[in-house]
C-alpha cells in the first residue's frame, strides 16, 4: 500500500521560508513514479503548485511559485521535497504531495493515483 506523509508545514510571516518534505512509507512506488505538489485554500479548487519527473531531470512549476519555490527529490531516500522561500500570504493553503505514473500534463490532478494527507501552511502579513 502506497502511503505518502506530507510535513514541514506551519505558521510563518511574509518574506520567511518552508520547507515541505512528503515521504513514501508504504509501498514504494516514488523511484517510478513522477511527484507534484498541489494546494488548497478554504472556499478553493485544489490547485497545481510544481511537479518533477521520476528521474528528477524536469521540473514544473505554476506561474504564481515560479521563481520562489523548488521542488526536489531524493530518490533513494523515498522523499519530495518542496523549498518555498519568500511566502506570501497568498500562499496560505494545505499542501498536498502526489505521484503520478504518467510523464506530461503535470498540472492535472486526475493524472495522480495517490496522495497525502495535506499539511498546513499560513502565512500571515
Known amino acids: 500500500q502506497v502511503q505518502l506523509v506530507e510535513s514541514g508545514g506551519g505558521s510563518v510571516q511574509a518574506g520567511d521560508s518552508l520547507r515541505l518534505s512528503c515521504a513514501d512509507s508504504g509501498r514504494s512506488i516514488f523511484s517510478s513514479y513522477s511527484m507534484g505538489w498541489f494546494r488548497q485554500a478554504p472556499g478553493k479548487e485544489r490547485e497545481f503548485v510544481a511537479a518533477i519527473s521520476w528521474i528528477g531531470g524536469r521540473t514544473n512549476y505554476a506561474d504564481p511559485v515560479k521563481g520562489r519555490f523548488t521542488i526536489s527529490r531524493d530518490n533513494p531516500k523515498n522523499t519530495l521535497y518542496l523549498q518555498m522561500n519568500s511566502l506570501k500570504p497568498e500562499d496560505t493553503a494545505v499542501y498536498y504531495c502526489?505521484?503520478?505514473?504518467?510523464?506530461?500534463?503535470?498540472?492535472?490532478?486526475?493524472?495522480?493515483?495517490?496522495w497525502g494527507q495535506g499539511t498546513q501552511v499560513t502565512v500571515s502579513s
Open positions: 502526489a505521484a503520478s505514473p504518467y510523464s506530461s500534463n503535470y498540472a492535472d490532478l486526475r493524472r495522480y493515483d495517490y
